[in-house]
């Protein structure tokens, strides 16, 4: 049995996928979901592979995910941070990645502060190129994160209304669950501040609520984004505790809702900010989940892109039984 | 030692009572080499050992009265051609009984070159350390690439290269059957 789609060098968003992709990507983690519950955490299929984790910006819960799903395939790993490295000594990301290269690497899972960074590499090296986060663009593995744990707890993306609570403009999360989510056949809706809500989003067929509790009230599915604190700086809301007052996700709000919300979140939380405690913790958060959930989906993600060369999938039609 | 086979058209090389008297014949040998079904447990391989290790555990069952721990194996990624074949999009789980210090059958329906037979062994390995592990197939059809040899074995037959060896179970075929396919 083979792939029915192809899968290319690189992932570096959800924008260009089909339903096919994303639905196969999906399926493909279900197995490896597995694998993270045995005593023994590892099969051999990545072997001998070398993978860098190229981190320009900080990064704990996606890196170390990223981390163990590539360990737990067995793949040789190396992380670079963008503190730490020659990149503070003022090299630029293709001579960086050319000089890992030289080193004789077969993947890069680059997060990168400038949106197009994981496109502008894959461009110009031969190894697969993941896109682990890149500015305000796409964040893939986390979208699809975030379907899977949608898929487990309900019958089903197509149909199901999602709404994204919080810093739409900004966020790299937002636009990865909206290309995802539209493709699968869902009902997607952004909810936050005017001014962090981007202009012309409705264009992508995407609802708009003014108020936190309209997306409640509307929504079977809420994904609670992290409020960067460095925005109340830059004056796009005037203070945390009128963006809670307003937008935070509290029990007392989801007690008014007609159905049971599922709640999900990419972390890090600002607990009190944009979600409250008892919301975080309570009985409708699948957050925990999601995180392990994170880790199957990188597995599917690198299993797929380590093998997924055309010639590669025609050799398996010659390929006889064993 | 195999059965030269006709090579001209596909072929039904063993039908249903065939496939049934083989497996009731397996079934003893299994229970006689263990000595009883003390500490027996059977894996099946996906897809079609998984079938053909529940036919063994009825027979089994038939016979002693108990009924055998079963598992299910997905070699999937404990194969060593990822780079020669690329990825499967349908991965089984795996579900693995207890083995620790049992003795472990895995059943298949075909033994060819022996790479499916050792990937499993690896992947048992991640789940424990058997007192021993056999190995149980319906057709073993030559052409090893490892030192790999089944302890039970349906029926031997000597096929060329551009045939296939195709066990039909009812779950996933509709028939239960062995058949000789040509590969276009």
């Known amino acids: 049995m083979t792939t029915k789609v192809e899968f290319g060098k690189d992932l570096t968003g959800l924008e260009g996928l089909s339903s096919e992709h994303i639905t196969t990507l999906l399926d493909v983690a279900e197995p490896f979901k597995e694998i993270s519950e045995r005593a023994i955490k590892k099969v051999p299929i990545l072997r001998?592979?070398?993978?860098?984790?190229l981190f320009y910006e900080p990064s704990t819960r996606t890196r170390v995910s990223f981390e163990f799903a590539e360990k737990r395939l067995s793949a040789d790993t190396?992380?670079?941070?963008?503190?730490?490295?020659?990149?503070?000594?003022g090299e630029n990301l293709v001579d960086t990645a050319r000089n890992?290269?030289?080193?004789?690497?077969?993947?890069?899972?680059?997060?990168?502060?400038?949106?197009?960074?994981?496109?502008?590499?894959?461009?110009?090296?031969?190894?697969?190129?993941i896109n682990a986060g890149d500015g305000q663009h796409e964040h893939p593995t986390q979208g699809l994160l975030d379907m899977l744990t949608i898929r487990d707890h309900t019958d089903g993306i197509a149909g199901r209304r999602v709404c994204i609570v919080g810093d739409i403009v900004h966020s790299r999360v937002a636009r990865s669950n909206i290309w995802g989510l539209l493709k699968l056949g869902a009902e997607v809706a952004v909810c936050g501040p005017p001014t962090l809500v981007p202009r012309g989003i409705k264009e992508l067929g995407v609802h708009v609520?003014?108020?936190?509790?309209?997306?409640?009230?509307?929504?079977?599915?809420?994904?609670?984004?992290?409020?960067q604190l460095e925005r109340m700086k830059a004056g796009y809301i005037?203070?945390?505790?009128?963006?809670?007052?307003?937008?935070?996700?509290?029990?007392?709000?989801?007690?008014?809702?007609?159905?049971?919300?599922?709640?999900?979140?990419?972390?890090?939380?600002?607990?009190?900010?944009?979600?409250?405690?008892?919301?975080?913790?309570?009985?409708?958060?699948?957050?925990?989940?999601?995180?392990?959930?994170?880790?199957?989906?990188r597995m599917a993600v690198l299993y797929l892109l380590a093998g997924g060369s055309p010639e590669r999938a025609e050799a398996s039609k010659a390929e006889g039984r064993s | 030692m195999g059965e030269e086979v006709d090579t001209g058209t596909n072929a039904v090389l063993m039908d249903e009572r065939a496939v049934r008297r083989a497996i009731a014949r397996m079934a003893r040998e299994i229970v006689e080499a263990n000595a009883g079904i003390q500490g027996l447990v059977l894996v099946g391989i996906h897809r079609r050992g998984v079938e053909l290790s529940e036919l063994l555990a009825d027979e089994i069952e038939k016979s002693e009265g108990q009924s055998t721990p079963r598992g299910t194996l997905d070699i999937t990624l404990y194969r060593d051609d990822l780079s020669v074949v690329g990825p499967r999009p349908v991965i089984g789980a795996s579900d693995i009984p207890n083995i620790e210090e049992r003795a472990v059958v895995i059943v298949d329906d075909?033994?060819?070159?022996?790479?499916?037979?050792?990937?499993?062994?690896?992947?048992?390995?991640?789940?424990?350390?058997?007192?021993?592990i056999y190995l149980c197939v319906l057709v073993d059809r030559g052409g090893r690439e490892l030192p790999i040899q089944p302890d039970f074995v349906g029926r031997h037959f000597d096929v060329m290269p551009a045939e296939d060896v195709a066990v039909h179970v009812p779950e996933e075929d509709g028939r239960l059957s062995v058949e000789l396919h040509r590969i276009e």
């Open chain 1, 78 to 89: 190396v992380n670079i941070a963008g503190s730490s490295s020659s990149i503070v000594k």
């Open chain 1, 100 to 129: 890992l290269e030289a080193m004789r690497i077969d993947m890069v899972v680059i997060r990168h502060g400038s949106s197009g960074a994981a496109q502008f590499l894959a461009e110009r090296i031969p190894s697969n190129v």
């Open chain 2, 110 to 132: 075909v033994c060819h070159t022996g790479r499916t037979v050792r990937a499993a062994m690896d992947h048992l390995a991640d789940y424990g350390r058997p007192a021993r």
């Open chain 1, 209 to 227: 609520f003014k108020r936190v509790e309209q997306a409640i009230e509307w929504a079977d599915v809420l994904n609670v984004l992290r409020l």
């Open chain 1, 238 to 297: 005037p203070s945390l505790r009128e963006y809670n007052r307003f937008f935070g996700v509290s029990v007392a709000r989801l007690e008014r809702a007609p159905r049971d919300i599922l709640i999900l979140h990419p972390g890090p939380m600002n607990r009190g900010v944009e979600i409250d405690s008892h919301v975080a913790d309570g009985p409708h958060s699948v957050i925990l989940q999601q995180v392990t959930n994170g880790v199957a989906v």
């Open chain 1, 48 to 53: 001998g592979k070398t993978i860098v984790n």
